[in-house]
């Protein structure tokens, strides 16, 4: 086949990545504007799905799933300042998730993958220390808070 006969091919292609990228950044910012909406309103684990999501449209050259990734290090960072624990570990690990549902040829944030997986471990390490150290409390299960209770 000559470059010629395979010119429809290739333009075929091309549209149809350009329109699977576009589908998803469109994807990644609603996601994004939800989940803000949702801290707005003091529903953090409900924004920090929305977060995940974001995170999981990731594009090359999209900017939501990065604001995504932001928003999750602050809410996380937060809830250790606060001693919310289980809020921390669930932003941390949807950092995680998302980030690793999105590796292609490359790791995507790849430092930010290596943050969250530090911070899971510690904060898992530190939770499994505290709740082995006070009786009845081994039987609480790593959950986030109640939603409503936020």
Same mark, same amino acid.
């Given at each position: 086949?000559?470059?010629?006969?395979?010119?429809?091919?290739?333009?075929?292609?091309?549209?149809?990545? +350009?329109?699977?990228?576009?589908?998803?950044?469109?994807?990644?910012?609603? !996601?994004?504007?939800?989940?803000? !909406?949702?801290? /707005?309103?003091?529903?953090?684990?409900?924004?920090?799905?929305?977060?995940?999501?974001?995170? /999981?449209?990731?594009?090359? =050259? +999209?900017?939501?799933?990065?604001?995504?990734? #932001?928003?999750?290090?602050?809410?996380?960072?937060?809830?250790?300042?606060?001693?919310?624990?289980?809020?921390?570990? $669930?932003?941390? /690990?949807?950092?995680?998730?998302?980030?690793? $549902?999105?590796?292609?040829? =490359? /790791?995507?944030?790849?430092?930010?993958?290596?943050?969250? #997986?530090?911070?899971?471990? #510690?904060?898992?390490? !530190? =939770?499994?220390?505290?709740?082995?150290?006070?009786?009845?409390?081994?039987?609480?299960?790593?959950?986030?808070?109640?939603?409503?209770?936020?």
């Amino acid at each position: 086949m000559t470059l010629r006969g395979a010119l429809p091919y290739l333009i075929g292609g091309a549209v149809l990545l +350009g329109g699977a990228a576009y589908s998803l950044s469109r994807q990644a910012a609603y !996601r994004v504007s939800e989940g803000l !909406r949702l801290e /707005q309103e003091g529903k953090r684990i409900d924004a920090i799905e929305q977060y995940e999501w974001a995170i /999981q449209s990731y594009t090359p =050259f +999209g900017k939501s799933p990065d604001l995504a990734i #932001e928003r999750l290090k602050a809410i996380a960072a937060d809830a250790e300042i606060r001693g919310e624990t289980k809020t921390a570990l $669930v932003a941390w /690990q949807a950092i995680v998730s998302g980030l690793t $549902v999105t590796q292609h040829f =490359f /790791q995507p944030r790849a430092e930010d993958l290596a943050l969250a #997986e530090g911070r899971l471990i #510690e904060l898992r390490n !530190r =939770f499994l220390t505290s709740a082995s150290a006070s009786p009845g409390a081994a039987a609480e299960s790593i959950q986030p808070e109640d939603r409503a209770g936020e």
